[in-house]
């Protein structure tokens, strides 16, 4: 494995589903690591109107919250920065459905960003949204919903290819978040063979020029046991010449570098 330098995927005291750890725990953890460079990407404020269907009504940062966080990320910047180059980044949520807010919402803030992430983690089915990745029960849950385990794999996917293509303006992120997050829970339940799916989502990510989040996440959840997306799917995506950007996903300092082990042996882009 390719010794990794960079985080391109890393949330912060801001998340209000994540810890209360500092900025600057996250960045000396960082520096221990060996890491040359962080993308601070925490999860976007979600737009007005947006029925969060998490109990805690907690998917995203309270908008009140979001001056603050570009603020001291770049107070830290400025403080570390003969140690380790700190991008100021945010994680946005593409909700079918939503694309004009969105869109709206990054022409306001996407001049502030050196740097963003596009995830699919709601999934609408049957006139409401589920969150695709927050239990195992929710999961069930939202899987009747669509029909079935199968339809919802149809559902997630069909709506990671629909934010690829969606008009989200001059400032759309152009790194795919963590594109087979629907497999999450793949130990609990009976998914069908996705690999059809995952490679119509290398193909358009392609296209369009993006790269894609390696994310370790899913290495170190019980029920999944391996990268987003899987290690087949990433050395397929080098040889196909699509950037690769690893991100740990972390939520607390101890996550960085989550899933480092199970990488396989590819080149690593930077973030930003």
């Given amino acids: ?103 709206a919402f990054l022409d306001a803030y996407g001049p502030a960003l050196d740097d963003a992430i596009l995830s699919v983690h709601f999934i609408y089915a049957r006139d409401a949204y589920g969150l695709l990745d927050y239990s195992a029960e929710t999961f069930e849950a939202l899987a009747k919903k669509a029909g079935g385990v199968d339809q919802l794999v149809r ?32 130990k609990a339940f009976d998914l069908p063979s996705d690999e059809r799916w995952l490679e119509a989502v290398l193909g358009e990510t392609r296209k369009a020029g993006f790269s894609l989040d390696i994310n370790g996440a899913g290495v170190v959840k019980p029920l999944c046991g391996e990268p987003y997306p899987p290690v087949a799917i990433i050395e397929k995506a080098e040889r196909m010449g699509v950037p690769l950007v690893y991100g740990s996903d972390a939520h607390h300092p101890d996550g960085l570098g989550q899933g480092r082990g199970m990488l396989p042996k590819v080149k690593l882009d930077m973030p930003g």
């Avoid at 995203?60 to 980044?89: S, W």
């Avoid at 290819?161 to 999450?184: A, E, M, N, T």
């Fill in 1 to 103: 494995m390719e010794k990794i330098h960079d985080d391109g995927h890393v949330h912060t005291p801001f998340c209000p589903h994540g810890s209360h750890a500092s900025l600057e725990q996250y960045i000396e953890q960082a520096i221990t690591l060996g890491y040359k460079r962080i993308s601070f990407c925490e999860h976007a404020p979600l737009p007005a109107g947006f029925p969060d269907p998490t109990p805690n009504k907690d998917s995203g940062m309270p908008h009140a919250d979001l001056e603050a966080y570009i603020k001291d990320i770049q107070d830290v910047r400025k403080r570390y920065k003969n140690d380790i180059t700190i991008f100021t980044g945010l994680e946005i949520d593409f909700i079918e459905g939503f694309e004009a807010e969105t869109k």
């Fill in 155 to 186: 559902r997630y996917y069909e709506t990671v290819l629909r934010s690829i293509s969606s008009d989200l303006g001059k400032y759309k992120p152009r790194r795919l978040g963590h594109v087979s997050l629907i497999r999450k829970f793949r």
